[in-house]
């Protein structure tokens, strides 16, 4: 049985390596009263990944929503240990290169693939934004699902 592997390149938006499981949303996120700052966790009502902690993962999603809180919010996760691993964004926006910046973590964008077309939750991802590198190995899965 064979593991599929795949690479994308893209631009680097803070530097550094960092390696994890993928959590994926093809939802914006809002920083400003969407998410918990202590636990990492999504809180905005109508959001796919409501109640799902981002704490040590790599955070796969088209970008930042809502107000220059953002930033703020995002800070708060990188002091109380419950920030992403990474991140990887398709939409840049003053609001997520700032948070990525304060939260010290790799971050990416402007890929030659669309991740959030690629990338699955539970998929291993490793992010080398000094290389402008994306390494992916599929999640196993079961048959059917």
């Not at 996760?77 to 990474?86: D, E, I, M, N, Y």
């Not at 669309?114 to 999640?139: Q, S």
């Amino acid at each position: 049985m064979s593991v599929k592997t795949f690479s994308l390149t893209g631009r680097k938006v803070v530097g550094g390596v960092a390696e994890g499981e993928a959590l994926v949303t093809r939802q914006t996120i809002s920083g400003w009263g969407g998410i918990n700052p202590t636990l990492g966790t999504i809180t905005e009502t109508r959001h796919e990944l409501r109640g799902v902690s981002f704490k040590g993962k790599i955070l796969v999603f088209p970008g930042a929503k809502g107000s220059s809180g953002w930033s703020a919010m995002f800070h708060m996760t990188r002091l109380s240990g419950a920030s992403p691993k990474a991140m990887l964004f398709t939409e840049m926006t003053t609001k997520v290169a700032l948070g990525a910046v304060v939260m010290r973590i790799p971050s990416m964008t402007d890929f030659d693939r669309n991740p959030l077309e690629l990338i699955e939750t539970g998929d291993w991802v490793r992010v080398d934004a000094d290389r402008g590198i994306v390494d992916v190995r599929k999640a196993t899965r079961p048959p059917g699902s």
